[in-house]
């Protein structure tokens, strides 16, 4: 691990560090905000955040507002890259695949398979580098948005036992119904849909996976709902199997970060009690 | 006036308008932030946001997490690019001289002076729009970073009819004694140095133009603290000529928009007691 970035930011530090990805196969960067009291010698509950499309470790961080949550909650935040980077990495024309565009998932095709296993990189090797680094506690909360909101509520509601808490603006909710998320499968899991299943938190809030709560803010204003988000898809499968889901939908606001910095201070809060009960 | 960006943003609109600018001779962007009481009919005063080198209008907009705060006092914030801009404005190699560099002085020297003349287009030009355009009333703040925190000392200073509150954060407080202000000065206004006086703060606070009171934060890690900076030249000068300055050294923070983000809440507070006083 080497920091390549550190910033004094609402009495607590903003870092930037670079490491080695074995899952991934290639070097990776990540942000960690540590709040001011992480120098007071105990363990701090971790909020994970996984950003959209295009994005990389410095879009949330840049922009988002969240540190001084994470300062009043004692929070620390991590913020991953959004794919496997570097030359020899695969990519693709276009911004919703490849490099910038993983999905969060582990893809099975080629010229994918050889680095694209993001999920298995938040939910394993992340957290492990985080816990062995920081002075970080293995109690995790995750959050994301547009795909990093479909990837906090398919790797939160996979894992109840390592996430305690998941939140989400803007997500993706139904991947496997909408055209971002079939582009994307076709490419990384192939064309056969049953395998798309266990990375749809909609089809996975139908069939009962776990019971974490779900905190999901939308833009009434946003350019995709209609066409890549569709929450109402999620809400009639939480209905369905009675999973505990508190959908907003906040009239005005698009897909920006000016959506995300407005409520994601009612996100920190609502982790930082799942985190701290 | 064209608006080509609206988003929804703590309960207002943040706002990028484009117009063509008669003083500069070339078309503008602003950035104009109007918190959520712009809707109920009255006017409100405004906090001008000045930029530092290579910024445009988005920087301030985009990480300072300022709307907030502007929306808990019920404060305009509008954000100006730095500089003239287009093809056949003057330009030179480097980032402290031409596009977004522009100092906000009235050049003087060419090929410099048919378009660099961001003091009358702060001073003038920028309000008369903002009040004609929006629910803006004449109570006027200005603040701003380095670059911008300089324009920010010396317009308030040299105009106390105009504006009512003065903050800076980590602002060039005396130009004519600094690489970036020297390298500058030199271009746009030639190089008697008796022209510079009128566009150094701690010049015109030695001289007591004004006693607008000053909020100055200043980073101890700021990079450029004792090569560009040196807050110290302005204490002196405020403490020999009795004028009011609040300086602060913030331990550990650096010259970046993590530490501006940190702090921005209480300079907007700062000036909204001042404008609604």
């Known amino acids: 691990m080497q920091r390549i970035e550190q910033h004094a930011c609402f009495g607590g530090s903003q870092e930037v560090w670079q490491h080695r990805s074995e899952v991934l196969g290639c070097d990776m960067r990540l942000a960690v905000y540590l709040p001011p009291q992480a120098a007071q010698g105990g363990k701090l509950p971790v909020l994970y955040w996984l950003s959209g499309l295009t994005c990389t470790e410095q879009n949330f961080i840049t922009k988002a507002g969240a540190q001084q949550y994470a300062a009043e909650h004692g929070v620390i935040l991590v913020a991953p890259d959004t794919s496997p980077r570097g030359d020899d ?139 890549q988000l569709r929450p109402q898809l999620l809400q009639a499968a939480a209905e369905a199997s009675n999973h505990p889901l508190t959908l907003r939908l906040q009239p005005g606001y698009d897909h920006s970060y000016y959506f995300i910095a407005s409520f994601i201070g009612e996100h920190v809060a609502w982790h930082a009690k799942a985190l701290k009960a």
Chains 1, 2 share one sequence.
């Open 89 to 227: 990495v695969a990519n693709a024309e276009g911004y919703d695949l490849g490099k910038g565009a993983g999905f969060y998932v582990n893809a099975t095709q080629a010229p994918w398979a050889a680095h694209y296993r993001m999920y298995d990189y938040i939910v394993d090797e992340l957290p492990a580098l985080v816990e062995a680094n920081f002075p970080a506690s293995d109690a995790r909360g995750i959050c994301g948005h547009s795909m990093g909101g479909h990837g906090a509520l398919v790797i939160g509601l996979r894992n109840p036992s390592r996430y305690r808490s998941i939140s989400a603006f803007s997500p993706i909710v139904a991947p496997s119904q909408v055209p971002w998320g079939e582009k994307a499968f076709t490419a990384y899991l192939g064309e056969d849909r049953a395998a798309w299943q266990e990375y749809d938190a909609t089809a996975l809030v139908a069939h009962g996976y776990a019971r974490t709560p779900l905190l999901v803010d939308q833009g009434g204003a946003d350019e995709f709902l209609e066409g």
